[in-house]
């Protein structure tokens, strides 16, 4: 049974920071390509960052969002199969729900909630 949990969302003020984890189960999480994903209120849910598996001499590679870049850092532990969001210089319009998802499982997680504001 394929199951992600996100985690550490929560209420910081503009400026802050946050990480967020997401425990992956049910899946070869090490050959897997995983993304996180972030849906503003009444809006559609959008891609954040993605990071490839990791390889023999080297971490898996990243790519992010044009709105992210230079303030979120995406990142694995394959052993414990855990992915992780660190999210840095937050503003107003990162506030929503941040899902994770692996490339090839139709599944989601209940997402983790993040509030910025003041």
């Known amino acids: 049974q394929v199951q992600l949990v996100e985690s550490g969302g929560g209420l910081v003020q503009p400026g802050g920071s946050l990480k967020l984890s997401c425990a992956v189960s049910g899946i070869p999480f090490s050959f897997e390509h995983m993304s996180w994903y972030h849906q503003a209120p009444g809006e559609q849910r959008k891609w954040v960052a993605s990071i490839d598996t990791t390889g023999i001499r080297s971490p898996g590679s990243t790519s992010y969002a044009n709105s992210v870049k230079g303030r979120f850092t995406i990142s694995r532990n394959d052993v414990r199969g855990i992915l992780f969001l660190q999210m840095d210089n937050l503003r107003p319009e990162d506030s929503g729900v941040y899902y994770c998802?692996?490339?090839?499982?139709?599944?989601w997680g209940q997402g983790t909630p993040v509030t910025v504001a003041a």
């Open positions: 998802k692996a490339r090839n499982y139709d599944h």
